[in-house]
């Protein structure tokens, strides 16, 4: 595997604490969650922190904030409706492909997204890869994206699980080691033959301070969030995330019916 290891991130950690909050019905669907301030301190965390990781909720689709209301418990998550299947670095890329920089290679367990998105079991192993997708402007993108575990590729596309697996690009000289293609464009590669479908969503979202530091851009940055899963056979092989702020290369989008 990538290195990094098998811990989870401390966002994904808090984003699973309160997830298993609004499961066992310490928060239950319909009802308003407590202030920030009051969260915070339940949990043990910083303001910051907790931020980061009810938006990651509510884009996944277990909260909903209302204006004057606050954030709400969902009983279900939103249908999808949206998909344009092609590596971003090349769909938003206008003369030539945007690069993609490595920020995270490893393996981590499922959350609600990939559990729901991937149909993983608890306690599996999904690689996960994070990378910034950068143009002539600086960076534009940021992509998280999951494989399903090994043992199901390995069944139903063999070819994506060895190209997952073949090591990074060896660096050139003294260049600075080049980052892998996004995981996106290794499926794709490795599909020859292979037919593919996915469903992706569209939603209107904000940065946050993690996502903003890495783009380089405030917290409060409006930013387009789409949510994609590709499957063979029925069967989910890939979930993404892109992130794409205020500024990023326009994205062209087929609506499906």
Do not use: C
């Amino acid at each position: 595997m990538a290195a990094g290891g098998q811990g989870r991130r401390p966002v994904v950690a808090l984003y699973e604490r309160i997830a298993d909050a609004l499961r066992d019905g310490t928060y239950p669907p319909g009802s308003t969650l407590p202030s920030e301030p009051r969260l915070a301190g339940a949990f043990g965390v910083s303001r910051p922190a907790l931020r980061e990781a009810l938006l990651l909720l509510q884009e996944d689709g277990l909260l909903t904030v209302r204006r004057g209301v606050g954030r709400t418990v969902n009983a279900h998550p939103p249908r999808r409706g949206f998909e344009r299947l092609r590596p971003l670095e090349d769909l938003l890329g206008t003369t030539a492909p945007l690069r993609v920089r490595d920020v995270l290679r490893t393996v981590e367990e499922p959350t609600d997204f990939t559990t729901q998105q991937l149909l993983a079991p608890a306690g599996a192993e999904l690689r996960f890869w994070e990378s910034v997708l950068v143009g002539e402007a600086g960076p534009a993108v940021l992509s998280q994206e999951w494989a399903a575990a090994e043992k199901v590729l390995d069944r139903v596309h063999p070819a994506f699980a060895t190209a997952l697996r073949a090591p990074a690009p060896a660096p050139a000289g003294r260049e600075e080691r080049p980052g892998h293609p996004s995981m996106l464009a290794v499926l794709t590669g490795a599909s020859r033959g292979v037919p593919l479908a996915a469903h992706s969503s569209v939603t209107a979202t904000l940065l946050g301070r993690r996502r903003g530091e890495q783009l380089g851009r405030p917290a409060d940055t409006p930013a387009v969030l789409v949510t994609q899963v590709v499957r063979v056979d029925g069967t989910p092989v890939l979930a993404a995330k892109h992130m794409l702020p205020t500024g990023a290369p326009a994205l062209p989008v087929v609506q499906s019916g």
